[in-house]
């Protein structure tokens, strides 16, 4: 098996898409390997909302963090799309390697929190290589993602529940025995409460993995 091809199975990059380069720069420490990814010539590419197959309209370079490969950073690059559709104009594509807005991976969002939930984030990022900032987003869209399946239009009291939240985050208690609480903040309110008292206390943010994914 050629070494491209293993990096298209580690990054499940699917047709279109296919890789075209890999490099490894050592002028850099840490090294960076950088894997170079693009489309078919000719391609079409699914439009977000409807799925429809529509021509590119324009392209940008963008690039993720992968996992290292061994001691190496690990850095994606595309030229990615902006798919012109007749139905919802034009927006940029998702990619099979990266959720959308992204600057990672999903293996490393995936290890990113695991060290998130065992440490304080600041750690966390000197771990990984990239500033905290950029790991709270990540932890932020997570914990939004888990507060939005549930029932809160009845919340009332942001403070409160985003406390009870946070006491169950860091207990591990399911987040979903507070469903049944009378209340009605917006669950943005309330991530922004949850994140602020983790980083007022300074203290491990504990959410469980099977909450976050
Ligand atoms: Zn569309």
């Not at 499940?12 to 960076?32: A, S, V």
């Not at 010539?41 to 590119?56: H, M, Q, S």
């Not at 490969?69 to 990615?80: D, G, M, N, W």
């Not at 034009?90 to 060290?115: C, H, K, M, Y």
Request: aromatic residues 8%; hydrophobic residues 45%.
């Amino acid at each position: 098996m050629a070494s491209s091809d293993i990096f298209t199975l580690g990054l499940g990059l699917t047709p279109p898409w296919r890789m075209i380069d890999q490099r490894l720069e050592t002028d850099k420490q840490p090294n960076e390997l950088h894997l170079a990814v693009a489309a078919e010539p000719g391609a079409r590419f699914p439009c977000p909302p409807c799925g429809r197959l529509c021509k590119p309209h324009d392209w940008k370079e963008l690039s993720w963090r992968h996992l290292n490969f061994f001691q190496h950073a690990c850095i994606v690059s595309a030229r990615v799309p902006r798919a012109d559709c007749p139905d919802h104009d034009v927006l940029r594509i998702n990619v099979p390697w990266a959720r959308p807005d992204s600057g990672f991976t999903p293996l490393f969002e995936q290890v990113a929190l695991l060290l998130m939930r065992e440490m304080p984030v600041s750690a966390a990022a000197r771990i990984i290589g990239v500033t905290d900032q950029r790991l709270w987003r990540i932890l932020q869209f997570y914990v939004r993602q888990t507060v939005e399946r549930f029932d809160l239009r009845h919340v009332d009291n942001a403070s409160s529940i985003a406390a009870n939240i946070s006491t169950a985050a860091f207990s591990g208690v399911s987040v979903r025995r507070l469903r049944h609480v009378r209340n009605s903040a917006a669950p943005a309110a309330i991530i922004a409460g949850v994140i602020s008292i983790s980083r007022v206390s300074g203290a491990r943010l504990l959410m469980r993995s099977s909450l976050l994914l």
